[in-house]
């Protein structure tokens, strides 16, 4: 895989706001915006052609602070917010954001469909194993002991595997980043935007707030041992083996996306009428 | 024989048994033929083995709902009749043609007084290859109307041709038995003939009127998740929508289609979904959002009873308080309701208009009556009504998408457009769309959005206001064919009566209400609710004279012209 060519005319700096981030100092959502915007650049796409849209959650934030078009939705919805738009706009290329708990939980349905679905587009998971926004809850992908106000003693829930449900629902690019390495998270980006069909991204990124111990995940992340493969069936079975630190392109599908025809009328809207004519 | 301008009649069978389509073909015919008719469907939740009715009135007038009691019934069998029995109304002069191999009539019918005559329609379909007792019954009704000739076998003609000539021959054939077991009956009248016109006229369901009012109004992209009695208007518009140039997505449920809604309107798209109420109660979320982002969609809720699951297959109007109360947050939005088939096509296609041109969500409240209603009407005349959104183009930085224009409308930069990149929010925004917390912002944010719905001229289409007398009718939705109905009546029995139908819920105009009630003494207020959302709805938008009666009731019954005529009449003494 090639690493982003910073020699194109646009600079990552192009896509960036003016809009102050709400994050913690530390969070890894800044190393995701920057990779964001590195992959942009790197893809040379006009701001305009791009939407991002997200959910509700600290890393539903990350719109506004492109220079691109954003929606920043209600929680757990922005993928069906994505569909719409992608299905009407063919032309733009549109890139759903999330977390663990807006994806994963209220949102858990929807990811089951884009999957399935398969329309044109890429889906970032932030994924930081704690709702962060409203202090400190569990989400989905926290362990079961993880001890909070809301679950005194943990959970006792086993933590919920994202990339073997994408897999199985039929997504047509997984893949798993880490923050901490914007440039290599740029370079999956670009990669996930450029593959055809859904693309699924999740991206570790820590958060130093309520998840202190996730800084280590810098010094547990490490290359997948594997080459990517376009066979699910081998993509499945290194999934059920994977520690989650694994990163890199696990699998590359040749679904072909859904794309029904628009913006191309066969009739006047007068014809409808016929039918109704005694 | 006396001579009637109306005739109303009822096919009723077992589920499968075909009471509908005898039902759609004898509409078909007589509409042929040149009589005004409506067909409404009464079932139950069961797709095969629970009832189903067709319930159809004609007349030589146009027509807008059932009349008080069914002239004829023609039961096909009796099974599972009793289910709907309070919604066929009989009385002494009514005739019931039964199948006794179809079991026996329900005490009620019975009770009613009914004059009963038994044709074996079973054995007479025996008779003949390939037939059903649905078209025997269908023969029946059509000779005692005056419409067996060749209006009915071209309609059986046009409705089979896709099942082949052997089934259209054994209908004919069926048809024609039919006729014959039923040469000695009659009503004790015999229908008019109708009036021969060379006008246009359309047979069309509320739900399909909905479809083409929509795209007539420019909606291109719908999001779908079937729901009871929706569907309709979802499974027409997937293939105009297409042929139109638009799209159809099926969505995982309701979150999503209103979400995907949503999605494709800020993308420039004018979009819709249909739902019923417990569609509505899950969209209610992403609607707020739709109405502080600012983005328009149009949101078809086909009423059906409630709350919860209530009665999927039959009508009432009680989500009137959840479209216009039900979102979080002060919320300003707009609710309409069409007025009858015809008028589904207009209200539709104006609602589209309205959410473009106000860059807000709207409600349409149909409902099951109105929805699953076929009518043929007179060919609606083209409005001009084609939603149209401000664009911002040609941006000159710092693009402020949610700046405070005068009339509140602030122009909106599609995808694509330069210099016009925003974030459309659900959080609090700055003109330019940058979250905020501050109160001079919520405020001034919250002003725009009620001033751009309150400033908007909506010309004499907000309600159909008919006379002016001291009394007045208020009512809304399907109910309003009724209501001009029974306002006639008392209006031959010398009252001075005028009626008020507001097509426009949401937002409330005071000033023009108030106008339409200048001069009124009293006022009935009808409606299909049990709590009498409407008379409520009312009480806190307006002043209502002193003297307001309410007549209500939640579904399936709907209420009858004979009934609004009659509180009219017994108020007076």
């Known amino acids: 895989m090639s690493s982003v060519d910073t020699r194109l005319a646009c600079k990552p700096s192009d896509y960036k706001s003016d809009v102050v981030p709400v994050w913690c100092p530390g969070c890894g959502d800044y190393h995701v915006l920057l990779s964001f915007t590195r992959a942009f650049a790197a893809l040379g796409l006009p701001r305009e052609q791009i939407a991002v849209i997200s959910g509700i959650g600290c890393s539903s934030r990350i719109p506004a602070y492109t220079n691109c078009y954003g929606f920043h939705g209600v929680h757990g919805r922005s993928l069906a917010l994505g569909a719409g738009l992608k299905v009407t706009r063919p032309d733009l290329t549109v890139v759903v954001a999330s977390g663990d708990g807006d994806g994963y939980s209220i949102g858990g349905n929807h990811f089951l469909h884009a999957c399935r679905r398969n329309i044109d587009m890429t889906y970032v998971v932030m994924d930081n194993r704690v709702y962060g926004m409203t202090k400190g809850q569990p989400s989905p992908t926290t362990e079961p002991d993880f001890d909070t106000a809301l679950t005194p003693g943990g959970t006792g829930l086993s933590p919920f595997h994202p990339l073997v449900i994408a897999l199985a629902s039929g997504a047509n690019f997984v893949a798993r980043a880490f923050s901490g390495s914007p440039n290599e998270t740029a370079d999956i980006l670009a990669d996930a935007i450029r593959h055809p069909g859904f693309s699924f991204v999740e991206i570790l990124s820590p958060c130093v707030t309520f998840r202190p111990d996730e800084r280590e995940w810098k010094s547990m992340v490490h290359p997948a041992p594997v080459a990517e493969t376009n066979d699910p069936a081998r993509a499945a079975r290194r999934l059920m083996t994977d520690d989650g630190f694994n990163i890199g392109v696990l699998y590359r599908g040749e679904r072909k996306p859904y794309r029904p025809p628009f913006g191309h009328p066969s009739i006047d809207i007068a014809e409808l009428e016929k039918e109704f004519e005694l | 024989m006396r001579e009637a301008a109306g005739i109303s009649v009822a096919i009723i069978g077992s589920g499968g048994a075909g009471a509908l389509t005898a039902g759609n073909l004898l509409l078909e015919a007589a509409s042929l033929a040149g009589w005004h008719g409506l067909l409404t469907r009464t079932v139950g939740p069961q797709i095969r083995g629970g009832e189903a009715a067709a319930l159809l009135r004609f007349s030589t007038e146009p027509i807008a709902c059932l009349s008080d009691q069914f002239d004829l019934l023609v039961a096909i069998d009796w099974a599972n009749a009793n289910r709907f029995d309070s919604e066929i109304r009989l009385g002494p002069s009514s005739l019931v043609v039964g199948d006794p191999a179809g079991g026996e009539p329900p005490p009620s019918v019975v009770k009613s007084g009914a004059r009963i005559v038994n044709i074996a329609m079973k054995n007479l379909a025996k008779a003949v ?293 925003y974030t459309a929010d659900g959080l609090t925004h700055t003109e330019r769309g940058i979250p905020t917390s501050r109160a001079e912002d919520h405020g001034a944010q919250l002003d725009k959005r009620r001033d751009k719905l309150n400033q908007f001229a909506y010309g004499d289409h907000w309600a159909t206001i008919d006379g002016d007398g001291e009394i007045a009718v208020i009512t809304w939705g399907s109910l309003t064919g009724a209501a001009r109905e029974g306002v006639d009546r008392a209006r031959a029995d010398g009252l001075s009566v005028r009626l008020i139908a507001p097509r426009l819920l949401f937002p409330v105009l005071p000033e023009q209400f108030a106008a339409a009630l200048n001069g009124v003494e009293r006022v009935l207020v009808v409606e299909q609710s049990h709590g009498a959302q409407f008379h409520r709805y009312l009480r806190a938008h307006f002043e209502l004279p002193e003297e307001v009666h309410v007549l209500h009731r939640p579904g399936p019954l709907p209420i009858k012209p004979g009934e609004i005529h009659r509180a009219l009449v017994e108020w007076r003494s």
């Not at chain 2, 949503?262 to 992403?286: H, K, V, Y």
Request: hydrophobic fraction near 50%; glycine fraction near 10%; aromatic fraction near 6%.
């Open chain 2, 129 to 421: 290859a390939d037939a059903r007792p649905n078209m025997i019954a269908l023969g029946i009704a059509a000779r005692l109307m005056g419409c067996g000739g060749a209006t009915l076998m071209t309609a059986i003609e046009k409705q089979l041709a896709d099942k082949g000539t052997d089934t259209i021959r054994a209908s004919q054939s069926a048809i024609h038995c039919g006729i014959v077991a039923a040469a000695d009956l009659d009503l004790g009248f015999r229908l008019a003939a109708p009036e021969v016109s060379d006008a246009k006229r359309w047979l069309i369901s509320g739900n399909e009127a909905i479809g083409l009012g929509a795209i007539r109004g420019g909606i291109r992209f719908a999001a779908a998740y079937p729901i009871t009695p929706a569907t309709e208007v979802l499974e027409w518009l997937a293939p105009n929508l297409a042929r139109a140039g638009g799209v159809l997505l099926q969505a995982e449920d309701e979150l999503a289609s209103v979400n995907m809604i949503i999605g494709a309107s800020f993308g420039g798209t004018p979009s819709l979904t249909a739902t019923s109420g417990p569609g509505l109660s899950l969209m209610i979320e992403a609607l707020g959002l739709a109405t502080a982002a600012e983005i328009p969609i149009v949101v078809i809720d086909v009423m059906r009873g409630g709350p919860s699951t209530g009665i999927p297959t039959k009508s009432e109007q009680a989500d009137l308080n959840i479209a216009v109360y039900g979102f979080h947050g002060d919320a300003p939005h707009l609710v309409l309701a069409p007025q009858s088939v015809a008028d589904c096509i207009f209200t539709a296609q104006w609602a589209t208009y309205l959410a473009e041109s106000l860059q807000a969500p709207a409600i349409v409240l149909s409902d099951q009556f109105m929805g699953q209603t076929r009518a043929a009407i007179a060919r609606p005349a083209d409005v001009a009504f084609i939603g149209r959104r401000r664009e911002a183009r040609d941006i000159a930085a710092p693009y402020k998408r949610y700046a405070l224009s005068a009339d509140g409308v602030s122009a909106m930069a599609i995808p694509g457009t330069r210099a016009g990149q």
